[in-house]
C-alpha cells in the first residue's frame, strides 16, 4: 500500500475517532447537567442581588416552589437547613423534610423599618414584616407544572 493510501486511511480514522469522541462527550455533557440540576423548581437567591423587597435576616436563601394538591407552594430554605411555607398553611400536606408556615415570631422575617414619624402616626404596627411578595412572585415562575 502506497504511503498516500495509508495517510488518506489514517486521517479518515482519526476523523471517526474524533466524530464518535466528541458524540459521546456531548451525549455525557447533557445527561451529567439533567442529573446535576434536578430540581428545575428552586433557585437560590440572595440580597445582593435579589430585584424587588428583600425580607429575610438571612442573607440568602433557596426558593422553591411545589404542586402540592393543585397548589403551588412557595418555600424557602435557610443555609442552616430550615424550611418555611411562604404562602400555604400548615395544613398543607407536604411529602417533604418537615417545614413550618412562615409567621410573625420567626426571626427569619425580617421587621419592616419603621422611622419615628410613622410610629407616631400610627402607620405601621409594631410587628409588622416587610412583604414576602416579591419572594412568592418570583417562586412562583419556578413551579412546573408535570
Known amino acids: 500500500m502506497s504511503t498516500l493510501k495509508r495517510n488518506i486511511i489514517i486521517t479518515i480514522m482519526i476523523m471517526i475517532i474524533t466524530v464518535l469522541i466528541a458524540t459521546a462527550i456531548t451525549l455525557i455533557i447533557v445527561n451529567v447537567s439533567a442529573i446535576s440540576d434536578p430540581y428545575k423548581n428552586e433557585l437560590g437567591f440572595d440580597q445582593s442581588t435579589f430585584v424587588g423587597q428583600w425580607p429575610f435576616t438571612a442573607e440568602s436563601v433557596v426558593i422553591r416552589c411545589d404542586d402540592i394538591d393543585d397548589k403551588s407552594i412557595v418555600s424557602i430554605t435557610t443555609l442552616s437547613g430550615e424550611r418555611y411555607m ?21 426571626t427569619i422575617w425580617r421587621d419592616t423599618e419603621t422611622d419615628t414619624e410613622t410610629d407616631k402616626n400610627y402607620l405601621s404596627p409594631a410587628d409588622a414584616k416587610v412583604s414576602t411578595d416579591d419572594i412568592i412572585d418570583a417562586g412562583l415562575k419556578l413551579c412546573t407544572k408535570t
Not at 86 to 106: F, G, Q, V
Open 86 to 106: 411562604l404562602n400555604a398553611d400548615s395544613n398543607t400536606d407536604i411529602d417533604k423534610p418537615p417545614m413550618k408556615t412562615l409567621s410573625t415570631k420567626d
